[in-house]
């Protein structure tokens, strides 16, 4: 081709027109192609949500398996974290109850 333009207006304005109906179209959704593979990877092992090598595992006890609890133990650490705050909130505040008692019962001047 010669011409300095390889489109004439009216095959510029085709493909011009197919690009935009092709964008509109486009898709962006997780969609899962195969089946077969998101089975495998539910099933694999997993540290800290990375899949791990077999040493790994042995290595880290913490392993976390992805097809074992479904979060039902999360849940139960997310509930014993906090049952371990409140009771160290509530012993701060015993601690700091009897703090303030026993300064105002001490006289500061000899």
């Known amino acids: 081709m010669n011409r300095a333009y390889p489109y004439s207006p009216e ?3 085709v493909r011009i027109q197919r690009y935009r109906t092709k964008r509109n179209q486009r ?7 195969y089946a077969c593979r998101k089975t495998l990877a539910d099933n694999r092992p997993r540290i800290r949500g990375r899949f791990a090598k077999n040493e790994e595992i042995g290595k880290n006890p ?10 039902e133990e999360e849940d139960e650490e997310n509930e014993n974290w906090v049952s371990i705050f409140d009771s160290l909130v509530a012993a701060n505040l015993v601690h700091e109850s009897l703090d303030s008692s026993s300064f105002g019962s001490v006289s500061l001047i000899p």
């Open 62 to 71: 913490t392993a976390q398996w992805s097809h074992i609890g479904d979060g």
């Open 27 to 33: 898709n962006f959704k997780k969609k899962i192609k």
């Open 11 to 13: 095959e510029k304005k």
